[in-house]
């Protein structure tokens, strides 16, 4: 790819994470001016042409681009425009190897293909989507991001290609996954701002192409990230809201009901959160399971029993413990296909507050230091490891003081 200056790829990625063509980027650079500073731009063609000259490394953009720049991006001036130097040097690592494998197997795609994007470019950025979200329960956030936001770049680059009504359509689908899955990564992260952005860059594909389970898994998405704030009839709302869009007995569909019976659960409405979990189980029954279970986007029973575990937990109901115990042990031995670690860690949180609840509290202890210092317990989830330590700090356990230091550690930037 291009060596371009760092400015200029920068201006290029932003706006195509945006799902912006550069025509429309130029619409929104008007759309940042003041009513003076508006009369004083050219036409929007020789706006767009400035654009393409600006990304393309030739010449640095002046005042007043900058400022309308970063007004439409929300980004700051010292960040966007860090100065004229040369390139970041290429990371070195295995993950950034394969991602540019991955890029380069794209183009070359793209360039035996008949049309500039043409079925098999299209194919192979719909296998990347899946294998990413395959990819999910089992590789860190911060590290998938990088390989997420290289393929959103990509394909959103050929929006200036040419390509069918359908070809068009197919590349907008699949930037909605692709902003959606860095979304839910950046909620994971706890990083907020960044995760709303990308999460409204996908609804808006989602209706754009009117695709409606990718619209519902946004919503989705959306109530879980209002329960780890702990804002849960607005979790609630988001979760009937996606399930009134989803195709019936769609993977949105039940993965949004198991939502509503999980925020029920933590509101404490034990007849609501039973009638949900009722509702999944007819919903998931007949399903056989799916020849990729890690997908992230494709429900599988062992994710309902996940959710279940859960679920009973939050309740307070004495069957989580089993629940739980029998995930977790089907998780560790990985007999519902590969290994979820992340999964397992959720899992033994949710059998440490069940234990808390029966009165157990040196097994719980146990299970949530194990959690806590896996590595493996993303920001997202904090909440849930603390909950428990909280309860055994309060009958003021032993145990308590080696756990408040490791949730210390784990928290520390």
């Given at each position: 790819?291009?060596?371009?200056?760092?400015?200029?790829?920068?201006?290029?990625?932003?706006?195509?994470?945006?799902?912006w063509?550069?025509?429309?980027?130029?619409r929104?650079?008007?759309?940042?001016?003041?009513?003076?500073?508006?009369?004083r731009?050219?036409t929007?063609?020789?706006?767009?042409?400035?654009?393409?000259?600006?990304?393309?490394?030739?010449?640095?953009?002046?005042?007043?681009?900058?400022?309308?720049?970063?007004?439409?991006?929300?980004?700051?001036?010292?960040e966007?425009?860090?100065?004229?130097?040369?390139?970041?040097?290429?990371?070195s690592?295995?993950?950034?190897?394969?991602t540019d494998?991955?890029?380069n197997?794209?183009?070359?795609?793209?360039?035996?293909a008949?049309?500039?994007v043409?079925?098999?470019?299209?194919?192979?950025?719909?296998l990347?989507?899946?294998?990413?979200?395959?990819?999910?329960p089992?590789?860190p956030p911060?590290?998938?991001l990088p390989?997420?936001r290289?393929?959103l770049?990509?394909?959103?680059?050929?929006?200036?290609?040419k390509k069918?009504?359908?070809?068009h359509?197919?590349?907008?689908?699949?930037?909605?996954w692709?902003?959606l899955l860095?979304?839910?990564?950046?909620?994971?992260l706890?990083?907020?701002?960044?995760?709303n952005?990308?999460?409204?860059s996908?609804?808006?594909?989602?209706?754009?192409?009117?695709?409606?389970?990718?619209?519902?898994w946004?919503l989705?998405t959306?109530?879980?990230?209002?329960?780890?704030?702990?804002?849960?009839?607005?979790?609630l709302?988001l979760?009937?809201?996606?399930?009134?869009?989803?195709?019936?007995g769609?993977?949105?569909?039940?993965?949004?009901?198991?939502?509503?019976?999980?925020?029920?659960?933590?509101?404490?409405?034990?007849?609501?959160?039973r009638?949900?979990?009722?509702?999944?189980?007819?919903?998931?029954?007949?399903?056989?399971?799916?020849?990729?279970?890690?997908?992230?986007?494709r429900?599988?029973?062992?994710?309902?029993?996940?959710?279940?575990?859960?679920?009973?937990?939050?309740l307070?109901?004495?069957?989580?413990?089993?629940?739980?115990?029998?995930?977790?042990a089907?998780?560790?031995?990985?007999?519902?296909?590969?290994?979820?670690?992340?999964?397992?860690?959720?899992?033994?949180?949710?059998?440490a507050l069940?234990?808390?609840?029966?009165?157990?509290p040196?097994?719980?202890?146990?299970?949530v230091?194990?959690?806590?210092?896996s590595?493996?317990?993303v920001?997202?989830?904090y909440?849930?490891?603390?909950?428990?330590?909280?309860?055994?700090?309060?009958?003021?356990?032993?145990?308590?003081v080696?756990?408040?230091?490791?949730?210390?550690?784990?928290?520390?930037?």
């Amino acid at each position: 790819m291009e060596n371009l200056p760092v400015w200029a790829a920068r201006l290029r990625a932003e706006r195509r994470d945006k799902c912006w063509t550069q025509r429309e980027m130029a619409r929104a650079l008007a759309d940042a001016a003041d009513p003076h500073t508006r009369a004083r731009l050219p036409t929007r063609d020789s706006l767009t042409r400035m654009i393409k000259d600006w990304e393309a490394g030739k010449h640095r953009p002046k005042d007043p681009y900058p400022v309308l720049y970063c007004r439409a991006f929300g980004i700051d001036e010292a960040e966007l425009f860090p100065g004229d130097t040369a390139n970041k040097a290429q990371r070195s690592d295995l993950s950034q190897s394969e991602t540019d494998d991955e890029i380069n197997a794209l183009e070359l795609a793209q360039c035996v293909a008949a049309s500039d994007v043409g079925n098999e470019t299209l194919e192979r950025l719909e296998l990347v989507v899946d294998d990413l979200a395959t990819a999910y329960p089992s590789t860190p956030p911060d590290e998938l991001l990088p390989r997420i936001r290289k393929h959103l770049t990509y394909a959103m680059s050929l929006l200036d290609a040419k390509k069918t009504l359908i070809e068009h359509r197919r590349l907008l689908v699949v930037g909605g996954w692709l902003s959606l899955l860095a979304s839910t990564c950046n909620i994971d992260l706890r990083r907020f701002p960044a995760a709303n952005a990308q999460l409204k860059s996908a609804a808006q594909l989602a209706k754009h192409t009117e695709h409606p389970e990718l619209a519902a898994w946004c919503l989705e998405t959306e109530a879980w990230q209002a329960v780890t704030n702990g804002d849960y009839g607005r979790a609630l709302t988001l979760s009937h809201g996606a399930q009134a869009i989803a195709p019936h007995g769609s993977s949105a569909y039940i993965q949004a009901t198991a939502q509503e019976g999980r925020v029920w659960a933590r509101m404490g409405a034990a007849h609501e959160t039973r009638d949900a979990l009722n509702r999944v189980a007819r919903l998931v029954s007949p399903l056989p399971m799916p020849d990729r279970p890690e997908h992230h986007y494709r429900y599988d029973p062992a994710k309902s029993d996940a959710y279940v575990a859960t679920t009973l937990s939050w309740l307070g109901d004495p069957a989580a413990e089993q629940y739980a115990r029998q995930v977790l042990a089907r998780l560790e031995t990985a007999t519902d296909g590969s290994p979820r670690p992340r999964r397992a860690v959720s899992a033994r949180i949710d059998l440490a507050l069940a234990l808390m609840a029966a009165n157990q509290p040196d097994e719980a202890g146990q299970l949530v230091l194990t959690a806590v210092t896996s590595g493996l317990l993303v920001p997202s989830n904090y909440w849930r490891a603390k909950e428990v330590i909280r309860a055994i700090e309060v009958r003021h356990l032993p145990e308590a003081v080696e756990l408040r230091e490791a949730y210390r550690e784990l928290c520390r930037p």
